[in-house]
Every structure is written in structure tokens, then in C-alpha cells.
């Protein structure tokens, strides 16, 4: 069964330094996501991205933050100068569709910020 | 804020039947119903969606009122696999995937 992947599993950095989580979605998709948990918290949306724009953004998601696909397989997201908060599980997602079908999600990647 | 209200937890014995309730009772027209899961730590996973009808798939079976304002989805015979937070969220059909997850419920199957 097809599958979002994501790497790192888990990344620790320094408090300032810039992190690049990477992610690939399912192959005939073509709507990319990233949503992010804080420990023992809800699952939060931050961006969606759909024609190498992104389609919408959360509060979250501040000038620290930035999505791109490089390539026809990746999706990264970058930030640019970690804080403690943003210490958190940080899933890919990615949908066939704008519309009806499921969300596909990724295993996530856990930010630790140092 | 998340528009369903879901019971924080709920306990369930193994190869009975899970019930999960979900209140939605600001739901308008063209909002769908789904159910999305999280085992452990793990990625939401997708389980089933509908609109008025009731549905059916592999995994479960939802159940929704008439007036749409509330909703059940069903395990038919759980396992200790399931134990998971059940989230349910209302979502426009055409929209951008901005799922708004609550704080969903806390599902313990026990042996």
C-alpha cells in the first residue's frame, strides 16, 4: 500500500539553527499538508500546499516557516530559526484531491529544540 | 476551535462492539462527517467519512441521525490494535484539507 514518508524520524538542534524536515507523499498525489502536535496536545494545521503554491496557511504559520517541493517527489519544510516551541511531532500529509477523499498522513517527524 | 464534542474517553472490551459518539449539532449542509484515528503517536490515519447516509467500509461503520446533528461510529469487534484516539471532525466536501482536529476521544480496549 502506498505510503507518506518522512525524514528525519527524530531530529534534536540548538535553539536558532535552521531545520529541514522532508517528506514524500504518495506518488498520483497532487495536495501536500504539514500539521504538527505539541506533546499532549491536538494536532494542529499549519500549511497546505497544491501547484507549487501554498493554499493555506495557519497563525502558526509564521515567516519562520516555509514549505517548497524541489523536485517531483519531495516536500520539505523549513524553519528557519527554531524555537523551543516548536519542539513537536510534525506530520506530512498529503490527498489526491481538494475534496472529498482522505488525508494521507506520514509517520511524522519529532522536532526537538534544544 | 473543532465544531464536534466527543466523550474524553471510553473503555471497550475486546471483540465487542466500539461505539463512538460525536455531537455536531452546528452542522450545516454541506459539511461532511469524519473519523480519523491516531494510534499512539503515529500519523492520523483515515477511517471512514459521510454526509447523511450512513456508511460502510472495511474498518467501520457510521451512523448518522436524520437532523445530522450527531453521530456514531462503529468497531464491530474490536481489538487492542484499536486502541487509539477517535477523532471526529465536520469538513466542507470542497475544501482545502484544513482537517481541525479536537481533542477527539480516548479509546482503551481492554482484554
Known amino acids: 500500500e502506498p505510503e507518506v514518508t518522512q525524514t528525519p524520524s527524530h531530529q534534536v538542534t540548538q535553539m536558532g539553527q535552521e531545520v529541514i524536515l522532508r517528506c514524500v507523499p504518495i506518488s498520483n498525489h497532487l495536495y501536500f499538508y504539514w500539521y504538527r502536535q505539541i506533546l499532549g496536545q491536538k494536532v494542529e494545521f499549519l500549511v497546505s500546499f497544491y501547484n507549487n503554491e501554498i493554499s493555506e496557511k495557519s497563525e502558526i504559520f509564521d515567516d519562520q516557516f516555509s514549505v517548497e517541493r524541489p523536485d517531483g517527489s519531495n516536500f520539505t519544510l523549513k524553519i528557519r530559526s527554531t524555537k523551543l516551541e516548536d519542539s513537536a511531532m510534525y506530520f506530512c500529509?498529503?490527498?489526491?484531491?481538494?475534496?472529498?477523499?482522505?488525508?494521507?498522513f506520514g509517520e511524522g517527524s519529532r522536532l526537538t529544540v534544544l | 476551535d473543532a465544531k464536534t464534542t466527543q466523550p474524553t474517553s471510553m473503555d471497550c472490551a475486546e471483540g465487542r462492539a466500539a461505539n463512538l459518539p460525536c455531537n455536531h449539532s452546528t452542522i450545516s449542509g454541506n459539511e461532511y462527517v469524519y473519523w480519523y484515528r491516531q494510534i499512539h503517536s503515529q500519523g492520523p490515519q483515515y477511517i471512514i467519512h459521510?454526509?447523511?447516509n450512513n456508511e460502510t467500509n472495511e474498518m467501520a461503520s457510521l451512523i448518522i441521525t436524520e437532523d445530522r446533528k450527531s453521530s456514531t461510529l462503529i468497531l464491530p469487534h474490536a481489538t487492542l490494535r484499536d486502541t487509539a484516539v477517535y477523532y471526529c471532525i465536520v469538513r466542507v466536501g470542497i475544501s482545502q484539507g484544513n482537517l481541525i482536529f479536537g481533542k477527539g476521544t480516548k479509546l482503551s480496549v481492554k482484554p
Open positions: 459521510g454526509l447523511k
Open positions: 500529509a498529503s490527498s489526491e484531491d481538494r475534496g472529498f477523499g482522505e488525508l494521507f
